[in-house]
Nanobody, 120 residues
Framework: QVQLVESGGGLVQPGGSLRLSCAAS????????MGWYRQAPGNQRELVAA???????NYVDSVKGRFTISRDNAKNMVFLEMNSLKPEDTAVYHC??????????????WGQGTQVTVSS
C-alpha cells in the first residue's frame, strides 16, 4: 500500500515562511508528477504547484515568485517552500503523486493534508 504523509504546516504571520514536506512510502515503482493542492473552506481544491520527475515545474499565478516546489527522487519526497505568505494562502494543503506501485496500475494518490494558517 502506498501512503503520502505531509508535514510542516502551522500558524504563521503574514509575510512569514513555511516549508511543507511530503513523503511517499510503500511498494513504489515510479513516481511521475508530484504536486501540492490546497483547499480553503467553501472553495474547490486547486492546484498550487506541480513538478515532473525531470524537474519541470508549474505554479498557479497567485503563488508565482513566492512559492517554490522541489523534489528528491531518491527519497520519494516533494517539498513546497512558501515565502511572503498572505492570509489568502490559508488552506489545507494536500500532497498528490501520480505513480505506479509494484503490481498495480498507475494512478493518483493523495495525502491527508496539513493545515496552513496565515494570520496575525
Amino acid at each position: 500500500q502506498v501512503q503520502l504523509v505531509e508535514s510542516g504546516g502551522g500558524l504563521v504571520q503574514p509575510g512569514g515562511s513555511l516549508r511543507l514536506s511530503c513523503a511517499a512510502s510503500g511498494s513504489i515503482f515510479t513516481i511521475y508528477t508530484m504536486g501540492w493542492y490546497r483547499q480553503a473552506p467553501g472553495n474547490q481544491r486547486e492546484l498550487v504547484a506541480a513538478i515532473t520527475r525531470s524537474g519541470a515545474t508549474n505554479y498557479v499565478d497567485s503563488v508565482k515568485g513566492r512559492f517554490t516546489i522541489s523534489r528528491d527522487n531518491a527519497k520519494n519526497m516533494v517539498f513546497l517552500e512558501m515565502n511572503s505568505l498572505k492570509p489568502e494562502d490559508t488552506a489545507v494543503y494536500h500532497c498528490n503523486a501520480d505513480l505506479m506501485s509494484v503490481g498495480a496500475s498507475r494512478r493518483n494518490y493523495w495525502g491527508q493534508g496539513t493545515q496552513v494558517t496565515v494570520s496575525s
